[in-house]
């Protein structure tokens, strides 16, 4: 019988081996891929089973887990490499690389084998992020920016349920006669127990409405990224549209699971980036086109800088605060210490806005996502 020595050292071994291949998951979401919490533990399970002491049977663990399709096997082959050295994967290893951890957790998943600088350095580099959360997009460099991006990419938005009018079965709720009979041909006329249904629940509709006129152009893509992050979480259930000079519906091209390709894609499909602020017009245009406003929350995200009438922006805002769940307005400026909003715009839409909210940072876009599962 083994002693309680070997025991421990087999459980500190086994520990050390989770760490590493954590760790690695962490870096294959920095890099894009879909690694969330399940498909890392399935990866553990996996190298657990066919050895992590054997590279190849790493690799190949990680490669049928992690991946969710062909788009992320170059990423991951990259980062196979660049975090096991290339072709090795070593069991001693009890942390993954600094440069790796650095830019993803300040407490995760073995921090107690940490050395003491190894933690000063994540304390540090997770009050960088803290601020770096807080920064004004506009302000940032690109290589920022670059990373406000990656951190929208991960966002997990959810979203406020709503009772549909459709029923499901269910254990309990309203009597289903039509399965009940059915249920009883089925057994020759003799009724074994009654059925029963309620109504299903679903995700409640937003709809964003993102300026992209050239008064908005230092936060029209980091908006447009935010949108990204919505519709993939709920690509069912969210609708955006830009608007400028002209009304352009863009779900379709957001829909598409990579950030940097939808963005390619939305950067197409725009022809008025930069341009004129029509918002009066524009919105009375989505009103009298697209019924999606219906019960949904309509997000407008605008600075207000409208160049056509505002009181036809007024009129357009009333209506459309009759028809949607509620009205939430987004302003970058609204961030910034003394902002006031005087704008013609948005004199014109805030009697009927249910929220003003601000957008101009990573923090605001968190905070725009947690108010949007309650609206």
Not at 170 to 192: K, Q, S, V, Y
Not at 265 to 277: E, Q
Not at 360 to 369: D, G, K, T
């Amino acid at each position: 019988m083994r002693d309680a020595k070997a025991l421990g050292r087999d459980a500190q071994a086994m520990g050390e081996v989770t760490a590493t291949m954590t760790g690695f998951a962490r870096t294959l979401r920095a890099a894009g891929v879909p690694a969330d919490h399940e498909r890392t533990q399935a990866f553990v399970r996996a190298a657990g089973h066919l050895g992590a002491a054997d590279p190849d049977a790493v690799y190949w663990a990680g490669r049928l887990t992690l991946c969710a399709g062909p788009d992320d096997l170059p990423r991951y082959d990259r980062c196979f490499a660049a975090y096991f050295g290339g072709d090795r994967a070593r069991a001693g290893r009890t942390a993954p690389p600094v440069v790796t951890v650095v830019r993803h957790t300040a407490a995760t998943d073995g921090a107690g084998t940490r050395e003491p600088a190894e933690r000063q350095a994540l304390a540090a580099t997770a009050s960088a992020t803290e601020v770096l959360r807080r920064r004004d997009v506009a302000r940032m460099t690109a290589a920022e920016r670059e990373e406000i991006h990656r951190l929208l990419a991960m966002l997990r938005a959810r979203r406020e349920q709503r009772r549909s009018r459709r029923y499901a079965p269910a254990a309990r709720g309203r009597l289903d006669p039509r399965r009940t009979m059915r249920e009883t041909l089925r057994r020759g006329g003799e009724t074994a127990r009654l059925r029963r249904r309620a109504r299903r629940s679903r995700p409640r509709r937003v709809v964003l409405l993102v300026d992209v006129s050239g008064s908005m152009a230092p936060y029209a893509d980091t908006l447009l990224r935010f949108a990204h992050a919505l519709v993939r979480c709920e690509p069912r259930a969210t609708e955006v549209f830009s608007v400028g000079t002209r009304l352009t519906r863009l779900t379709s091209e957001l829909r598409h699971r990579e950030a940097g390709t939808a963005m390619l894609r939305v950067s197409a499909a725009i022809p008025d980036w930069s341009g004129g602020t029509r918002l009066g017009e524009e919105l009375k245009e989505f009103l009298d086109r697209w019924s999606c406003a219906r019960g949904a929350v309509v997000v407008i995200a605008s600075d207000g800088w409208e160049r056509g009438d505002p009181s036809l922006l007024g009129q357009q805002m009333a209506r459309l605060s009759r028809l949607a769940r509620r009205v939430v307005w987004v302003n970058p400026h609204k961030g910034r210490e003394g902002y006031r909003p005087l704008t013609g715009g948005m004199r014109a839409a805030l009697p009927h806005v249910g929220a003003f909210v601000a957008g101009h940072s990573l923090a605001a876009f968190e905070e725009l996502a947690e108010r949007l599962s309650h609206a």
